[in-house]
């Protein structure tokens, strides 16, 4: 069964530094693993979406990238802003199910 | 475009009380997914439906019932609800099975 992991569970840094989010799977057999940002009381948005196939996705100041072998996805965020404080969620499907599961997410305060 | 709308935004119910959570989409999506949301257990797949007269079970079905009425419409019924059932519920819309998701705001919903 696939489980996903997110580390740190919350991040505190200030303004301007590029950052790292961390996104862990178990099962390598995916089929895309997507990044999603939620703010407080908020539903989800879609960030960036990388396919089986991809090794990195790019967006703005985002850059995702995608290690299927060793189960790992990263979301780079230059330059942060206070506007990047957020929740962000990972969440991939297996092979076959489609069904996404989703980490338990990163939450992010950038400090002006 | 509205996107995904959820209603009602919120709802308290006491135990054995049913009730349906609507959702709609005016994206022309297929695909179409109930979540809930829980502190520490990030989201989880409820029921989702892949395309117009279809639905599957996710990781969490029991205690829950869904309709897709068209391609626009897929609610979530409760039964008999039961204060494990408090959560917050999310809809989310998509053009195909593991595609980009789209979620609504979300029913915040308390079960006493």
């Known amino acids: 069964k696939q489980e996903v992991t997110q580390i740190p569970a919350a991040l505190s840094v200030p303004e301007g530094e590029n950052l790292v989010l961390n996104c862990s799977f178990t099962?390598?057999?995916?089929?895309?693993l997507q990044w999603f940002r939620q703010d407080p009381g908020k539903g989800l948005t879609s960030l960036l979406l990388?396919?089986?196939?991809?090794r990195e996705q790019t967006s703005g100041r985002l850059n995702a990238s995608l290690d299927k072998s060793s189960g790992r996805s990263t979301l780079y965020i230059a330059a942060s802003q206070p506007g990047d404080s957020a929740t962000y969620l990972c969440?991939?499907?297996?092979?076959?199910?489609?069904?996404?599961?989703f980490g338990t997410g990163t939450r992010l305060k950038v400090l002006a | 475009n509205a996107g995904v709308t959820q209603t009602p935004k919120f709802q308290v119910l006491k135990t054995g009380q049913s009730m349906t959570l609507q959702c709609a989409q005016d994206?022309?999506?297929?695909?179409m997914y109930w979540y809930r949301q829980d502190p520490g257990m990030g989201l989880r797949l409820i029921y989702y439906s892949a395309s117009e007269g279809t639905t599957d079970k996710g990781e969490v079905p029991n205690g829950y019932n869904v309709s897709r009425l068209n391609k626009r419409e897929f609610s979530l019924r409760l039964e008999s609800a039961a204060p494990s059932q408090t959560s917050v519920y999310f809809c989310?819309?998509?053009?195909?099975?593991?595609?980009?998701?789209?979620f609504g705001p979300g029913t915040r919903l308390t079960v006493l």
């Open positions: 994206m022309n999506h297929n695909s």
């Open positions: 990388i396919q089986s196939s991809q």
């Open positions: 989310a819309s998509g053009d195909r099975v593991a595609d980009t998701q789209y």
């Open positions: 969440a991939t499907t297996t092979s076959g199910t489609y069904k996404y599961i």
């Open positions: 099962d390598s057999a995916i089929y895309n």
